[in-house]
Structures are given as structure tokens and as C-alpha cells.
């Protein structure tokens, strides 16, 4: 049973330029959450998707945007890439309904030049 | 808004022995969920132990288990017989219920750094 599974590993991208990443949920899964973790830091909640909609977002600007597809995997988007968004991005995925636990990837080490 | 606090950058203790971490955290809801993950180097966000806000009795997984002290809105996470394999980040994270069912956010606190020595 695989679980959740992000891509790419790493990605180098120059300020101003856009990225995308991508997270496909663990089997059954249909709520998915990213979050942004700078070196040293705890991670820090972006937004989540459920049922192909933003349904909550944390304290991030704009440019940080997102999406859910018909088969629940999600991507993240960042315009506009600024030397402070630097960072361990990770993917998590949970069950709807109750008290259920996140799962995370491994995530997507972004650094911008 | 909620947050969580670490105030204990890094812990050392020897294989064996027993360590405590400590958390606690501000909120003014009643209704939330306690959180303790493990990171080691490989990245991965792995969940060691929850705690619902409602339940008194502490939460217990094998030689984890933790010290739940709502009115002092305290979280410490104790680690029995600590192993090599126990070395890695542990970062605290606190979420409250989403009236629509499904998982909110989590507020992480900075972590903890466990060095275990042999």
C-alpha cells in the first residue's frame, strides 16, 4: 500500500521564476494538506484540499495556490519565487471525517538562487 | 490563533535511560487534538502519538506515552528505554476539529533535537 508520494525530491528554481509540485495521497485518501518548512523550523500550514476545493488556508500571500484533481492527488504552485521561500515542502494526507491522522511524504526540497 | 511551544531545542540522553519532552500550547478552544511526530534525517513526518482534549487518560504506544495536563495546557511526550533508532526531530503539533469533518490544519511547535548516546 503505497503512501503518500511527492515530486520532485529537490528542485532548484531563480527568483521570479514559478514551480510546481506535485502529491499524490495514500490509497483511500481524500483531504490534503501542504506545508512549508524552512531549515531549523517546524512546518507551517499552507492550505488544504477537499473534494477539488481550498477549504482552509494558513497565513501565506497569493502566490501560493493550489489544486485538487478528481483522483484527490494535489499540486502546489508558487509565483513570483522569492529567496524566502527556500524550504522542505511537504504533502500530507488524511481520511474525511473524525479524529484521523495526517500521513505525510517525504516532501520536496525547494531551493531558489 | 493557537500556537505551541518547544522551549527545549535539543535533549541528549543515554540508550536505555528515560527522556521527557516538553510542550505546551495557548488556545482558547475546548474541543482539539495533541499531536507528538518524529522527523529523522530521511524527512518523512512520522506520527509517534495523539491525544484527544475530551479523554483524561494519557495516551500510551509501547515506550511512548505522554503527560496531559489540559487546565496547564501542558504536552509532554515521555520516551522509555530510548534507542538509537529514537534520534531525530520531535515537534509537537495541535489541531482543532473542522465543523465538516475531515483533518484541519496543524500548528507545529519548533522541535526538539533527541541525540541518543550510546
Known amino acids: 500500500d503505497a503512501g503518500v508520494t511527492q515530486s520532485p525530491t529537490h528542485l532548484i528554481k531563480t527568483r521570479g521564476q514559478q514551480v510546481t509540485l506535485r502529491c499524490s495521497p495514500k490509497?483511500?485518501?481524500?483531504?490534503v494538506s501542504w506545508y512549508q518548512q524552512a531549515l531549523g523550523q517546524g512546518p507551517q500550514f499552507i492550505f488544504q484540499?477537499?473534494?477539488?476545493?481550498?477549504?482552509q488556508r494558513g497565513n501565506f500571500p497569493d502566490r501560493f495556490s493550489g489544486h485538487q484533481f478528481p483522483n484527490y492527488s494535489s499540486e502546489l504552485n508558487v509565483n513570483a519565487l522569492l529567496l524566502g521561500d527556500s524550504a522542505l515542502y511537504l504533502c500530507a494526507s488524511s481520511l474525511a471525517g473524525g479524529n484521523q491522522p495526517q500521513h505525510f511524504g517525504d516532501g520536496t526540497r525547494l531551493s531558489i538562487l | 490563533a493557537q500556537t505551541v511551544t518547544q522551549s527545549q531545542p535539543e535533549m541528549s540522553v543515554q540508550e536505555a535511560e528515560t527522556v521527557t519532552l516538553s510542550c505546551t500550547y495557548d488556545?482558547?478552544?475546548?474541543?482539539?487534538?495533541l499531536f507528538w511526530y518524529k522527523q529523522p534525517p530521511s524527512r518523512q513526518m512520522i506520527l509517534v502519538i495523539r491525544?484527544?482534549?475530551?479523554?483524561?487518560q494519557n495516551a500510551t504506544e509501547n515506550r511512548f506515552s505522554v503527560n496531559f495536563q489540559k487546565a496547564a495546557k501542558s504536552f509532554s511526550l515521555k520516551i522509555s528505554d530510548s534507542q538509537l533508532g529514537d534520534a531525530a526531530m520531535y515537534f509537537c503539533?495541535?489541531?482543532?476539529?473542522?465543523?465538516?469533518?475531515?483533518?484541519?490544519?496543524?500548528?507545529f511547535g519548533k522541535g526538539t533535537h533527541l541525540i541518543i548516546q550510546p
Open positions: 490509497s483511500g485518501h481524500d483531504t
Open positions: 491525544q484527544e482534549a475530551y479523554k483524561q
Open positions: 488556545t482558547s478552544e475546548s474541543d482539539y487534538y
Open positions: 503539533a495541535y489541531r482543532t476539529p473542522y465543523s465538516g469533518g475531515g483533518a484541519d490544519g496543524l500548528t
Open positions: 484540499y477537499y473534494e477539488e476545493e481550498e477549504r
